[in-house]
């Protein structure tokens, strides 16, 4: 995702949080009907976009970019969301499985979850510096939109009843 800054025309890279977060702080939920894993490191559900890592076995995880008040993206990763977890992250990341239960289990899963959220902000935040890359300028997704469309038509028209 770029992030521009408001003073300059310079594409800034999402930036992690400088220091560690504690997994009591962070706001986490686990959705079971979507299959939804969240962390938001403050505390609190923020606005926000979703970023896809693309990063092996991280298909399913995607970083949260915060956004200011006039919903214009910051360069702060605010939190992480995975989804699917268990029926898609889980079968790259099999120790991840435990937070979900964890997060589900209300009080009974904080132990697990202050234990075990670390590695797994580590693994993601290592997938993040090692793999994300801006996407293309906005011009260039639409002219890729619109080669396809036209191939499909083309396509078509050759196709012989």
């Known amino acids: 995702m770029r992030v ?9 890279t999402p930036r992690w949080p400088a220091e560690p977060i504690e997994p009591a702080h962070a706001w986490i939920d686990y959705d079971v009907p979507a299959d939804e894993f969240l962390v938001y490191f403050g505390g609190k559900p923020v ?3 979703c970023d896809p890592l693309d990063a092996p076995g991280f298909e399913d995880v995607a970083i949260m970019i915060g956004l200011d008040a006039n919903d214009k993206e910051t360069n702060e990763i605010v939190g992480v969301q995975v989804i699917p977890m268990l029926l898609g992250a ?6 991840w ?4 239960w964890a997060a589900m289990a209300g009080d009974f899963g904080d132990g697990l979850l202050r234990e075990r959220l670390p ?3 580590d693994a993601v935040h290592d997938a993040f510096d090692r ?3 801006p996407p293309p300028p906005m011009e260039e997704q639409l002219a890729a939109i619109e080669r396809a469309r036209k191939a499909r038509e083309a ?3 050759d196709a012989t009843p």
Do not use: H, M, R
Request: proline share 3%.
């Open 119 to 121: 590695a797994f902000l």
């Open 155 to 157: 396509a078509g028209s």
């Open 47 to 49: 606005a926000k976009l």
């Open 131 to 133: 793999y994300w890359t």
């Open 97 to 100: 499985a435990i937070l979900a």
């Open 4 to 12: 521009s800054n408001a003073d300059s025309d310079t594409l800034l």
């Open 90 to 95: 889980v079968q790259d990341q099999p120790e």
